[in-house]
């Protein structure tokens, strides 16, 4: 089964970049990951469907808001490590989004 991974940012340009990086990442790897990127305020849409949702580093002050809607929905969630995230790392980010939907919440 798919598993399917929500990034968010400002705006969702910056996390499109990433997810783009991932989507190649996940190709190479031959894994069954779906990345999609959006802004913040398109959280509550997306919910439903989505096994994790990642913030944008530049975002970890919204994290406790995050938390409580993603506990609400039964989403896992986590803060994109800003080196992944600066050196746009699609590898970097594919180990995280496994590590957490593996192990749990960071």
Known sequence: MTKKVFLVCGAGASSGFMAAAAR????KLGLDIEFKA???SEIGEHLNDT????????LKY????V????EKAGV???IIPQKVYGSLDGQGLVKVAEEILQ???E
């Open 38 to 40: 959006k802004s913040e």
């Open 103 to 105: 192990g749990g919440n």
């Open 76 to 78: 896992k969630y986590g």
């Open 67 to 70: 938390k409580s809607a993603c």
């Open 51 to 58: 096994d994790l949702l990642l913030v944008a580093p530049h």
């Open 24 to 27: 190649k990442a996940t190709k």
């Open 62 to 65: 919204m994290i406790d808001d």
